[in-house]
């Protein structure tokens, strides 16, 4: 039987990020604290990640999408 891979929700995040970013929606240099707007009840789940990898709210967008692997 094949295996599913499971993507972590900080790649899910990043790729969503980077949607919005490629569609003009958020700007690189936007806070990271904006995409609260964005995933809705979704984010406390998301900013405590965020947070335990070392962003802060304050952080650019940029930053997240910069990250090449999402190691826990």
Request: no cysteine.
């Amino acid at each position: 039987m094949p295996t599913k891979q499971v993507i972590h929700p900080m790649v899910k995040l990043q790729q969503k990020v980077s949607s919005l970013v490629n569609a003009k929606i958020l700007q690189p240099h936007d806070s990271i604290g904006k995409v609260a707007l964005l995933f809705g009840s979704e984010w406390s789940f998301l900013k405590s990640e965020l947070l335990a990898f070392g962003f802060s709210m304050q952080d650019p967008v940029s930053d997240l999408l910069v990250v090449e692997n999402w190691d826990d």
